[in-house]
């Protein structure tokens, strides 16, 4: 007969939670840049009353994992799968964070006129969602060859906020009624820059749990 | 320095084999766990280390054990000697029917000390080794059957101490004590590890995890797997120790 069912069938409610949470922050980046692209300041605003759902739900996942730790004593990788989803859970709750400061841009940049095509952003953007699909995924799997995969795509992430960042800075040096829109649209790329290194970071609770190893994929 | 070296150990109760070609090695001055559910041989190979399975009738072992560079099977080989050197102390506190004094100065006295003073020291010291000397010091000639579960486990730690003991043997000692007094020998083995090496069954993984240095997993007399503690508990290397220590057998 299995043993620790109820333990069990709490690490996978668990799970759930975090899955849920994981979700909740990819709509949220999607809204955003979509907000940030369509000018969409409604968009933008339900963006910032949703970031309380998220730290709510974040808050029982904490709670779970403390109760859990204490009540279920855990060991080897019931101990990492708590310890890991606890983290998660924190790198998932700052990236919604990251997604309302991507709507407050939206917020301020208001109707204002685009200085530059918006396309950058967008592409960031998908490819930070990719790399949440592809980490839930290797949560529930819990498929550690899924980290490498994460990394590559952050390093494309950050290849892309380089040149954002070149461009954005000629502009400014050459017209000085853009800095401050520029500033907003470079703040826009450095917290997708800055997603990309949260789900690095989650990569990296995944390879914990599957074999109890740190490693840094940020380097 | 390897203070037990313990290699290809089988041992049989009649026919039925209770160990395995059990290989381990523990360090001077440290902590090794034993850990595994009952009936997998723990028990068994700790008092192989100080011959008391000699006692049992129908044993039959095979393999080397050495302390010390010496093989403790070997012919000629002092038993009572190697039980002062080699010391253990059981689930039950099994205080005698003495004093407290008398309890400790019992051993030394066996051993041919008769000096009243030099007696006086050492029970001083072996109390106060087992942290147990602040709360007897006053009723040292009143029975050692009136103290605590507790006081009387230290006690029998204090015994062992008096008669000058290199490594301790214990055997589910915190199994029959409420969790104050667990707490208290726990704080006291992490002290006598300075001066002892200290190998301990327990069934008590959090135990374990929090007094050895050095934790081995028996299971149908083989020994699984042995690794540095916190490794164990955290990344065990065999799927039988993983699901043991996450209570998931059966």
Same mark, same amino acid.
């Given at each position: 007969?299995?043993?620790? !069912?109820?333990?069990?069938? $709490? ?78 859970? %924190? ?19 208001? +109707? $204002? ?7 950058? %952003? ?7 969602? $990719? ?10 799997? $819990? ?12 390093? !494309? ?13 000629? %502009? ?20 997708? +820059? ?26 | ?22 290989? #381990? ?43 010390? &560079? ?18 253990? =102390? ?32 050492? =029970?001083?010291?072996?109390?106060? *080794?087992?942290? #147990? ?30 008669? &000058? ?8 000692? /915190?199994?029959?004590? *409420?969790?104050?007094? /667990? ?38 007399? *083989? ?17 039988? /120790? ?7 057998? &059966?």
């Amino acid at each position: 007969m299995p043993t620790r !069912q109820k333990f069990d069938h $709490e690490l996978e409610e668990l799970r759930t939670n975090i899955l849920n949470l994981g979700n909740m922050v990819n709509e949220q980046i999607t809204d955003a840049v979509r907000s940030l692209i369509n000018q969409d300041l409604e968009l933008a605003n339900a963006i910032v009353v949703k970031d309380i759902a998220l730290n709510d739900l974040q808050a029982i996942i904490e709670e779970k994992c403390i109760l859990l730790i204490a009540t279920q004593q855990p060991f080897a990788r019931d101990l990492r799968k708590l310890v890991a989803g606890f983290k998660i859970s %924190i790198y998932l709750e700052r990236m919604g964070d990251l997604s309302v400061d991507l709507a407050k841009v939206t917020i301020r940049i208001g +109707e $204002e006129e685009f200085i530059k095509p918006i396309v950058d %952003i967008p592409r960031m953007s998908a490819l930070v969602q $990719e790399m949440i699909d592809i980490g839930l995924k290797a949560y529930v799997d $819990e498929d550690c060859g899924a980290a490498s995969e994460m990394s590559l795509i952050d390093d !494309q992430i950050d290849k892309i906020y380089s040149g954002v960042f070149g461009e954005l800075r000629s %502009i400014m040096m050459e017209d000085p009624n853009k800095v401050t829109q520029a500033n907003y649209l470079l703040f826009a790329s450095r917290f997708l +820059e800055r997603l990309g290194d949260y789900c690095t970071n989650i990569a990296e609770e995944i390879v914990y749990i599957c074999n109890g190893k740190r490693m840094d994929l940020n380097e | 320095m390897d203070k037990i070296v313990v290699d290809k150990l089988d041992l049989f109760y009649g026919d039925q084999q209770a160990l395995n070609k059990i290989c #381990l090695t523990m360090k001077e001055k440290s902590v090794t766990a034993l850990i595994g559910p009952s009936g997998c041989g723990k028990s068994t190979f700790l008092r192989t280390l100080n011959r008391m399975q000699d006692l049992t009738p129908s044993v039959k072992i095979s393999g080397k054990i050495t302390i010390d &560079g010496q093989d403790i099977y070997a012919p000629g080989t002092d038993v009572v000697l190697l039980r002062k050197k080699v010391g253990m =102390v059981f689930q039950n506190p099994n205080p005698f029917p003495k004093s407290v004094f008398e309890n400790i100065a019992y051993g030394p006295r066996i051993h041919g000390e008769s000096d009243k003073k030099r007696l006086n020291e050492i =029970v001083e010291t072996s109390l106060k *080794d087992a942290a #147990l000397w602040n709360e007897v010091k006053d009723r040292l000639h009143e029975s050692a059957l009136g103290l605590s579960g507790g006081q009387q486990q230290r006690l029998c730690i204090a015994r062992l101490l008096a008669v &000058g003991p290199e490594i301790l043997l214990m055997d589910e000692p /915190t199994s029959a004590l *409420d969790p104050i007094s /667990t707490m208290k020998i726990e704080e006291l083995i992490a002290e006598l590890k300075d001066k002892y090496s200290i190998m301990i069954v327990t069934h008590n993984m959090h135990q374990a995890s929090r007094v050895s240095d050095r934790t081995a997993f028996f299971l149908s007399g *083989d020994l699984i797997e042995e690794d540095v503690t916190s490794i164990l508990f955290t990344r065990p290397a065999k799927k039988k /120790t993983e699901d043991y220590i996450s209570g998931r057998f &059966g």
